[in-house]
């Protein structure tokens, strides 16, 4: 099957053309909108500070006393500092030293004044690098570089007071430790002097020692070996020996080496404590600050809001979106077309018949048009169309006007399909987009037009679901037709319905007795209901059944199924000679018609669409080709009575299709 059409630059570019003055409206609408409201706000401008954090800052005492660094967590430490940056401390102690808080204020007016700037700033990290980048805004540029200033001169204040005060507390403990370390040394000290008066030596001294040493490695080698080692235990059984020659010896020894020992841990620990005393003297002196200043802020010149460029882009853009959208929906949902030439250039078809909408009135019934039928016409031809029934008497009564269409069509028809000439042995088949577009009335019309024009006629019913021919016609069922002769249950001529049968129906006699030329028309109606209609059409049977009434009659008019709505149609296309599409103005999407000949060629090839058939055309349509329908009929009598069906074939009666 071939590829479904598309709207092609050209179909959109008319549809902009005709559709301009509401693109152009839209864009007005939208881009004016826009416009005035940016006009409107007051302008924010915004400045920026850059600080920078060093975490690897060299100060003198490092290089004075080496040692290890801290370990630096960039994301997690940048996350503090950036916190810290815009905290309400921060902010507050800013404005304080700004005079926006005065000390006589309430809590209330300070809450307000600093969350006034908390909401005009921000702080960001740049990420893979150690700065930090703090924006304020206000409507003064002025005021916003001084307050983004003075946050980061606060900031680096706070920040450098809370190194310095580590540092403070770090000098503070190592004094105190020093003063009790050396506390214990002077009574440790003390204690030796006494133990020496009493005779004691020192001769547990080296044991003690010994024992210590002992212990230390074997501490050091129960990590790599289990108790029952040969070292370890070992070791512990030097312990043992030592520890039971210690317990020999008198009781001042052995205080005396414990305290001897005591005294050379505590002297070790001063000596290490006076050399950190001297390095956190030395660090509290420095003025600790890692936070540097790379860029302060300065006044903007140029304004951040409103973004004035890109709101008038915005507003160009959905502008046009908003103008082109409305045009496309409006094209989509306006199913009127202007004249015949849209539809010759839409689908690339010709239009072979143009038939006017027709009021059927019963006789002696006054035709008084009202004011509101003036004034909206469309509205009241629907109207009027829901009274209307699908009957025969549609024939009866009607203007030259209407007739003269259906001659239009039937000459039409004869150029195309007889070259000039009669047509003969041509099967045509009658489809609509959808349903409710008048195809089952416009084939009952063509039928009898051809049948008055001499042609042998036959009309055959072929939409099986909503089947209509034998009600227009008045006959009394559809049973025993086109399914019931495919099925096998009736032979073709059994089926066919003739001028005899419409007497016999609610048309009457007196209605076809003097109607000699309705003996050229045949009718089949749609046959018994059938579950499965596609498996029949696609049948041999119906190859053969047509190719039959081929031969037997001039023209064959099939009544299909609409050819969007169900699956029949697409199968009787191939069968036929020419297919004629019905086009309801004023109601069937004009892509539904495009869609309904996409699909007709893609079962029969290209230019299988002979021609369309506009129905139901009213004058508020504006169709300025149709200008003949408002005129008379050349050489009809103005005041000749709307005549019966006794007088069609002179030329005159019609009805609403």
Known sequence: MPQLYELNLRDYWNIFLKRRRLVIAAFLAVFLSIFIYTAAQTPLYKASVLVKVDPYLTLPSDVIFPSPREYWMPELEMSDYTKQLVSRPIIEQAAKELGWIKDDMSDKERDYIVSAINDDVSA??????????LYATSRDPYKAAEIANKITEVFKRVNREQKNQKTHGVRVFIEETLADTSAKLREQEERLRVLTTQGAVGV????????????????????????KHPDIMRLREQIASLKDELSKLPKEEFEYGILKRDTAINEGLYTNLKQRLNEAMIKEAEKVDNVILVSPAIPSKKPVYPNKPKNYMIGLMFGLLLGVTAAMVTEHLDTSIGKVEDIESFIKVGVLGVIPFYSVKEKGEETKTKGWRKLFPKRAAKKEEGLRKPHIDVLEKGSSLFLEAFRILSVNLQVMFGKGERIKNKILMITSCNPEEGKSLISSNLA??????????????????????????????????????????????????????????????????????????????????????????????????????????????????P??????????????????????????????????????????????VSGVILNNVTPEIGMDTYYYYNRKYYGEDDKAETPGISDIEKGKGGGYV
């Open 204 to 227: 547990g001294v080296n044991i003690i020692n010994q024992i210590y040493e002992l212990d230390k490695r074997e501490t050091e080698i129960s990590t790599k070996f289990t108790e």
């Open 448 to 561: 009898v037009i051809l049948a008055q024009l001499g042609y042998k006629v036959l009309l055959l019913d072929a939409d099986t679901r909503r089947a209509n021919v034998h009600k227009i016609f008045g006959l009394s069922k559809k049973e025993g037709g086109l399914t019931d002769i495919l099925m096998g249950k009736l032979s073709a001529d059994s089926a066919i319905k003739t001028a005899t049968d419409l007497m016999l129906g609610s048309t009457g006699v007196e209605n076809v007795i003097d109607k000699p030329w309705l003996n050229n028309l045949n009718i089949i109606t749609s046959g018994s209901v059938f579950p499965n209609t596609i498996n029949l059409f696609n049948s041999e049977k119906t190859d053969e059944t047509l190719k039959y009434f081929r031969n037997k009659y001039d023209v064959v008019i099939i009544d299909s199924s």
């Open 124 to 133: 960001d990290a740049v990420e893979q690098t150690h700065l930090i980048r």
């Open 563 to 608: 050819i969007l709505a169900v699956s029949e149609p697409s199968i009787l296309v191939p069968k036929t000679d020419g297919v004629l599409l019905v086009y309801k103005a004023g109601s069937t999407s004009r892509l539904a018609l495009r869609r309904a000949k996409t699909q007709i060629e893609s079962v029969k090839g290209k230019g299988a």
